[in-house]
């Protein structure tokens, strides 16, 4: 291939495998990990030492983006990257590397990309403004600062607890020569002496292609991908050979063991000084010795990770408790370092606290104590979340770090789930050992991190006096020339980026983003015709006559999903919804003539689920469907189905646990009916849905405290009759001809998955799918004339929502460009965001088109004065449908894109997958390729058909005639507000959230 050379290929147990390339002419790394899905990720790492606290590392980092030789313009980056279609860029640097990330949707723009970001990386400008604005420099009030730079950042967590206690532990662990010994993000007092010569010169040492490592995750054909490599290798060998390089780490990270224990005091600023911070740490193995470092990690969750381990029932689940959180952890030093952390352990504690901790570890050493059939669950969920998640990149990063030069450790390193698998052998004195070994028998550091008022007031003395100084010694003159300065190096960094170089770069057809393959088949479907389709069909020896999906997907697990039509349920039992969704999973069940009680109904759905849940709606809206969901391994496919039937059929209502359940939803009202934005939405749906038709309309949480209320005197009163409706309102929802059934997972590999259904209940025919759209009030039918101001007390700005119609068909052509039109108004720089926030009109404001309902409608958040935010939003809306106002092709493009890669990345997971191809084909009735069709309309929007959908709808928005409006205040301001939308032609009723809720159930 090229220069490159195939070092290794490896397969992980995820599934996907790792293929490890060299350059044999200019030593640039290449992994490619090939996971299936339509994203695109790059990880370029970098091996970066440091042996001061200059920050280097992190400084250049910020300087990368501000331009590079081939493209030395600030922002460049960014913007192509957004014609790319992806999400910006980002980096983070750690005490041992740099990482430069970017995700976009499809391969094609990625490959673009790549040699533009490779150029930045290897060749920045580096320029002395640039330095100037981004990392450190004296403003024209001789403060150190700016608003975005590297020293605010430091300024923002050097002082805090956490970074004062892992720096202390640096100092005592790791010697002189030892580059994890440094704060690579740049002390303050360090910062401030930097110059952008010693970054050029860090650059210089560790910026080479040789210490570069591409890491890219996704489906990316590796010819492609050697040829988009291609001009990045010519410009690297352009410049002729390099010195040779001593590989960073490898001499520097391995060092001493500690010889004693040492135990010091780390005083942090805070004006609070009741609670403090413990970290103990304790040399670690070496990173490549994986299966221990993988022991070590069961061992730590054994003891920490839930109510019931040892050191959370002994610290935390007590009456005083000595702590509120405890973990261990490790670093992926060369060798590491094992760390706990007990956090908020009350002052009085503390010193107490470490020998407390030893105490504990050394009882479990002499009672071996190790609770096997724990531990054994601990290992079993941890193999599962090894099949589960996609790999994190670390195994990679540690093998490009530390790992040796032919590809052995990045093999050794994914070997998880065999690590695991022979953990299960060992015995109670194995664990045992393992504790005493690393925890025990070795020198540990423990650091006491205290509060302190005094610290905390001394530093802010210290600091204000140095800026005092500063402030003198430059003098008057000399501040106004630093005011100059400033002002001179920003324009020098914002030299425009020339069109030419945007509309060189080409935005990428989405017909060239690979999505996951999702294979439908349908029960008793004649008309499928595919692989899972005859699959489901040989399965025939039982009559099955309901509706069931299958999706077949690429995964170790099942998720079988029950959508369920809610229109049958009697209108005065429709308040019933909120509670009985809430307590489902947690009732006692009646099973083949027995009854589980509630606790081993819990207990038993978490063993055999990874995750159960009841709601209304998806992801993608339809709340007037009942939603039950539980995923499983895979071999559990018939338990999932008999819980599912227990879940739906044989829950006991008990006063005992309604009474529980309704006063934990009662007790979470009062913090939502405080949130100004949802109280806009909570009232707009009053005003536009029929609360006796739709389900999700009666389970508002404002018309739920006068309900729930009287339901609990009538569980005192006369319990009986609360179960017996909650029963009928069971029976009416849960017909099995209201049931649609979703089962996703690897269908091809389900032995029987039709006729596991043979004990589920019948069904008539199926109820028709109940919209949004069904379920209007008069006012949400055809808005206008109605709008209401909110007197809320508990806030101290001003909130609204404004609605109007909007495309009610899943295949409106309207669609596609109203959501590119939505991009455009309220993206991040986009016209609101200028316009309005910018103005400080709001702190933000969105605009949303729900197809479902009909509607689209237009948020304020956070506002001054909601009216005037609205008034300019009117403004804004009038002079673009005149024209006096353009809509800029460029952003065009660049909203396209947005849009584009959040449809994409709504898919980007099997799971996902699966449920956009339901949601698609069963509840909008669309075909399979739905998504991608729209797509494709997204990148052939012209123009013309923004304004089309601008005129159409957004004008109507601003019209009192048809429009609704609801807007929630602090008292204060409602009259002004009021009076100010009036003036605007829109008349607003003033109410309060306890009388609009009144009104409406009267
Ligand atoms: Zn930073």
Redesign the pocket.
Known sequence: MGNFELICEVPTDFGATYTKYKSTKSGLTVVLSDIEAPLVNGYFVLATESFDDFGCP?TL??LVFLGSEQFPYKGVLDSLANRAIAQGTNAW?DVDHTCYTITTAGSQGFLKLLPIYVDHVLYPTLTESGYYTEVHHINGEGEDAGKFV?YS?MQGCQNSSSDRLHLRMKRILYPETCGYRSETGGLMERLRELSVEKIRDYHKAYYRPDNLCLIITGKVDPADLMKALEPVEENILSKGPLPPMQRPWVSTGDFPNLTKNIEETVLFADEDESMGTVLIAWNGPKCHEYFTMKALEVLNLYLTDSPVSVLQKEFVEIEDPLCTGISFDSTDHLKTTLMLTASNVPIEEIDEFPAQLFETLQRLVEANDIDMERMKMVIEKEILKVCRTVPSNSGICIDFLYGSEDGEDLKKAVKDKEYLAQLIDLTVSDWINLLKTWYLDQFHVVLLGKPSAEFAEQMTEEENQRIEKQREDLGEKKLEELHDALEKAMAANDVPVPNEILDNFVIPSVSTIKFIDVQSAQNNSKSIKNAVQEHINRDNSADIPFFIQFDHIKSAFIKLTAHISASSIPSHLLPYTRIFLKSIFSLPVERDGMTLTYEEVVKGLSEDTLEYDSGLGTSSGFRELAVFSIKVEASKYKKAIKWLQDILWHTQFTAERLKIVANQILNDIPQSKRDGHSMTIACMRIIQYDATKSVSASRNVLFQTAFLTNLLQTLENDPNSVVKELNIYRDALCNPANIRLHVAGDILKLEEPRTSFKDFSNNGPLAPITLAQDVLSAAGISPGETGVIINLPSIENSFSMHSTKGPSKFDDPDIAPLLIMIELLDTMEGIFWKLIRGQGLAYSCFLDSDVEAGEISFSIYKSPDASKAFEQAKFVIDQLTTKKMEIELSAVDGAKSAVIYSMVSRENTMDRAALQSFANQVLKHMPASYNRSLLTAIQATKVEDLYRVLDKYFVSLFDPKTSNHVVVSTSAKVPEIQKSFSSLGFNLKSTTLNDIAGDASS
């Open positions: 992190h980092e910020h640097t590297v950042e």
